[in-house]
């Protein structure tokens, strides 16, 4: 398994963002679209007002999300993080490796301080 750093979670936040646009295309064809024109009014509303409100709640949402990642990297706190898709979960290379079993290890942080 490749290894993934905070490029390729940038990239990943990007891709999701996506969602926003799927939307915004959903309520365009919805709102244009011949099959929909025998459908009672109050119901087009209210569809396209649930699917006008999901989309500006998706944008919200990931632009807090992308604020959240820039702050990190002006923190410098993805330096030496790790992801790998084999654990799902973040690696802190600080902490010591429990399958190691070597015993105590020495663990140096060389992060830069402030």
Same mark, same amino acid.
Request: proline share 3%.
């Given at each position: =398994?490749?290894? #993934?750093?905070?490029?390729?979670?940038?990239? /990943?936040? =990007? /891709?999701?963002? !996506?969602?926003?646009?799927?939307?915004?295309?959903?309520?365009?064809?919805? &709102? @244009?679209? *011949?099959?929909? /024109? &025998?459908? *009672?009014?109050?119901?087009?509303?209210?569809?396209? !007002?649930? =699917?006008?409100? =999901?989309?500006?709640?998706?944008?919200? #949402?990931?632009?807090?999300?992308?604020?959240?990642?820039?702050?990190?990297?002006?923190? !410098?706190?993805?330096? @030496?993080?790790?992801?790998?898709?084999?654990?799902?979960?973040?690696? @802190?290379?600080?902490?010591?490796?429990?399958?190691? &079993?070597? &015993?105590?290890? /020495?663990?140096?942080? !060389?992060?830069?301080? *402030?």
């Amino acid at each position: =398994m490749s290894k #993934k750093d905070r490029f390729d979670l940038e990239q /990943e936040i =990007m /891709e999701c963002w !996506n969602v926003t646009k799927d939307i915004d295309t959903l309520y365009e064809y919805i &709102g @244009d679209h *011949k099959f929909f /024109e &025998g459908m *009672k009014p109050e119901h087009a509303d209210k569809i396209l !007002n649930i =699917m006008l409100g =999901m989309s500006q709640l998706y944008e919200v #949402k990931f632009d807090k999300l992308f604020r959240t990642f820039e702050e990190c990297l002006s923190l !410098n706190e993805f330096r @030496d993080a790790v992801f790998s898709y084999a654990d799902s979960e973040w690696k @802190d290379p600080f902490e010591k490796d429990p399958t190691a &079993g070597y &015993g105590e290890q /020495e663990i140096v942080d !060389n992060r830069d301080t *402030k």
